[in-house]
């Protein structure tokens, strides 16, 4: 598979998945599966809007929960510096993507704009801080929630999106090869296998947002939770372990409004150039290990709040 | 539904289930499975025989395995003395099941019988003994299994074995009741969940052997020693929870011979005569919690070995 | 060591370590220790009494908590039925111990008495009980205590004490000798090392009370609470491992009036009567395993209230 | 207190500590520990040296073993390019300090130079690679060490070494106060919360060298491991959790030569530019959190080979 040569020195300093933006049908059911649930804490609400953030996490929020029919607005990713910014503006607008700089609540300047998949993109060098709760042990419940780790989108331009990302830095760590075309990429910016993951599906569409855990026992013990709120509906795949891509032991959620979440305790690091990325083919595939995704896991996607119109 | 009259004084003392024999085709590849990937120690073999015991296990063998057409031979329980023995010689006598004593390697003086459900059954007072390997931290590997627990015979004769182990003392812990019959039962003598449980189905035949295992973690990280040596398809159903009899997390495997075990890392105590059986109704059945067992785990069990000629 | 004969078969049946009755100053923070961070679960209260139980416990208490000048009143135990708890008081009373019928809040027909140490005991046969929590993991937090499990008394009677519960049938599972002398003896009814423990000092003083916890971590988690909760000068000794009697990793913790709390996530079993006591000598003594108790810990225990004057 | 600003965009990208290389007198005891008790794998080895890398390491080596008198030689950094590594090498010879090019076995082109505190450091871009082991269930055994994290080293040079190293790109994640002066400070690059850290004490000599292992079991697991072989005294401080800098849980032991490793589960991640430092005062300390570190996790600390004479 030809791959395009890697980017180390990107003209500007993308670091890492930062937030997403859901719409949701009922905050309160939300609120039950974000934070009674997963263990994400509240920053900050409103009659309309939760901002929701993990454990271990000083930016105001992962997760920003608007009243609404459930959609995806946006999925979030940081700069380092206000000069990134605006050169990650320049970037993009000299490829032909639509940018604007708007206003967010809890964030400093922010600018919109999209991808070759379509992906809605906001992104930011900064945002209010909270507490950091990583030693309150008083704070830890349910699935215990530190952080958002990455997002999976599902596009039929995969090989566009690897172009495109690893011009700006993004890392190659794993693909996956079917007839000899690319089907999914994992790409990162922030040392671990991924920030976001592109997967063949017709799309723009959201497959899933990924949450770190702290251990392997917080996948079962979440369950647990799921099964006695008579909510086991929404326990869709896992705990169990992927022995193809990511290699992590994984849970996957459905919330209340049918977003996917992903959780996961442990990944490795990648940093080092001589890192080549690992290639799967189709076959050898082995997600879930032991056991095998449903059809709602492969087929199921959330749509974006400005595609799906 | 109308339950027996629990014993709480019963004629003799029988303590525990204590150990299974079974046959199986290839001793190496039942190594590899019960002592390489579940943890089990060896406490002596030779060219035929393999008998081991659990981590915390004084006893000299929880599991004997024996060269031949798979197949289990004996359920094994224990009585607390030789006259306990010699009670319960009388008292199967009395009730018209053959009884046999016999020389077993490793074992005191040896009963065999059968129970109302037709399964074959050995009891003895006394075994050699081994090291306990409790605290020897480095004899711990895959899935550490500590001791056997359990034996599921599935029967049609489900009241007919409730009246008869009711009758010798065992105590009914947990049943389920289908269309107004007996479906499951749950019996034990040790003080926890249960020692042996009867199904409804056509038997005799043994559904599984459960053993204990350390903590949560254990049933996840056998699982992923199961795909790494490509025997994925050994993991059978888990790691999951019950949520309807036994209540405990659980993992369901398959040895090389198709013989069925379960891990699981706790239960619950229950010893006072206030501890009132728990009833469930089929529909409100929570086996596996969050997931479903696979068809074959409801329908695959392993033939007794007198019975399946 | 010169050690009675085993008494396999006794007169009645004591079953079990059942509950504690203790005096504490002040009920909320009381409250504040066991239940909100050891997570025992309140079955009954008033102004003047907590009765708390564990996650698992269907009896409606293992821990009495009264108002007052700290001290313990009372040890519980249970017996199998009525007629031995008849069958008990005739014993104690030819042994010439006190014997009194008394009435207590929940239980039934209950005995109080003691033994040749001086121990305060109260025997009953049943209790009122309470919906068990076992999978109930909504309320699982802390330490998530799951039952009682054992107590530690010190007294110059080891002897003695050896005698005269062996002659109940408690089994001695294992004991140290110092100097030729019985220094510790560790009694059981139930199945697993321990319901009873005397060790050689001025007494009778309670040294502490241990509670079963489902793992591990659960032990690291509960420090984390302490500390969070600026009340670390509770943690007394661990998270650590006894590689002397009893095996098992463990906890000590101090509740606020000074009472001292095991916690443990599991013991071996110890059943068959070819289980020989293991007998450990002083020198080679290793409790904590790779750390070492403060003096504290050897030498600070409670008073009984009955003997405190 | 007065901090240097922070330097986003240094000349050169420093990406991580990578490695460490120490004296030791016996590489079978060596083995020992680093092998069968922390579960490093061996890369390579010869008669006099061997190569180690964690669980989930690609690079050749992470830690580096050679016959020798007891000390360190150095610890490494990797740069991202070749090209970085030559602006590093004018960065540190512009700043008055001896650079020279060495060939390093398994290592590309390689740079030996010091910092202000006299740490002989080690720089290179690339390095072999073996195998990822994270997801190979097999070979995980004694602590399952992932990963090198992060160095500390002891000096009176800790302002100098702020102000270097924050020229350098390195961010403070956190530091202590005493007296008015710095203490401590915690230095990272890899968006965690150290790659080194620097402490006031008589120096240079190095504290210790901290890996990642997966969860907190691990840091249970391996100290059973320690007193069943009868290597207690290695076991020098944990396992328990700091409440200050760093707020890990964690485990320090010290290998056979007195080399101090500390083991941890879980770090915090901080990449963005609102994430402040962390400020600490002496008095507020809670290094143990519920526990005190010895004396000679304080004083005793290793001295550096060139150094050292």
Same mark, same amino acid.
């Given at each position: 598979?030809?791959l395009?040569?890697p980017?180390y020195?990107?003209k500007?300093?993308i670091t ?21 649930l ?8 409103n009659a ?11 930016? $105001?929020?992962?997760? +920003? *929960?608007? @009243?609404?029919e459930?959609? #995806?607005e946006?999925?979030?990713? %940081?700069?380092?510096? =206000? ?11 000299a ?23 379509g ?15 990583f030693?309150?042990?008083?704070r830890? $419940?349910g699935?215990? +929630? *530190?952080r @958002?780790d990455?997002?999976? #989108?599902v596009?039929?331009?995969? %090989?566009?999106?690897? =172009? ?10 794993e ?9 999914m ?8 296998p ?5 997967a ?6 959201l497959h ?27 326990v ?17 959620l459905r919330d209340p409004d049918g977003h996917?979440?992903?959780l996961?305790?442990s ?5 080092d ?5 690992i290639e ?5 595939f ?8 449903p059809d709602r896991w492969?087929?199921?996607t959330?749509?974006?709040?400005e595609?799906?119109?």
């Open positions: 598979m030809q395009p040569k980017v020195k990107p500007f300093m890492r998945a930062s937030h997403v933006v859901s719409r949701v049908r009922n905050l309160e059911a939300s609120r039950a599966f974000y934070c009674d997963l263990g994400l804490v509240v920053s900050d609400e309309t809007t939760l901002w929701l953030r993990g454990l271990e996490e000083a930016c $105001h929020h992962s997760v +920003v *929960l608007k @009243l609404g459930p959609a #995806v946006r999925v979030g990713m %940081r700069v380092l510096t =206000e000069e990134d910014l605006d050169l990650l503006q320049a970037h993009f607008a490829a032909g993507f639509p940018t604007r700089w708007v206003e967010v609540a809890y964030q400093g300047r922010t600018l919109h704009t999209t991808d070759p998949a992906t809605p993109l906001e992104f930011c060098a900064t945002m209010q801080t909270r507490a950091r709760l030693a309150h042990a008083d830890y $419940h699935a215990c +929630v *530190l @958002l990455h997002f999976q #989108v596009t039929q331009k995969v %090989r566009e999106s690897l =172009e495109f990302y690893n011009g700006m830095g993004f890392r190659l760590s693909y996956v090869v079917s007839n000899g075309n690319l089907d990429i994992f790409l990162q910016r922030k040392g671990n991924h920030d976001i993951v592109f063949n599906s017709r799309g723009p569409r899933h947002c990924a949450f770190q855990v702290p251990e392997t026992h917080h996948l079962m013990d979440v369950c647990d939770l799921f099964v006695v709120g008579d909510k086991q509906g929404q869709e795949f896992g705990p169990a372990r992927h022995f193809s891509p990511g290699l992590a032991r994984f849970l996957y996917r979440i992903e996961f305790p990944h490795y690091h990648t940093v150039i001589e890192d080549k990325p799967w083919k189709v076959p050898e082995k997600i879930g290990g032991w056991t095998v995704p492969w087929n199921d959330m749509s974006f709040a595609t799906a119109s």
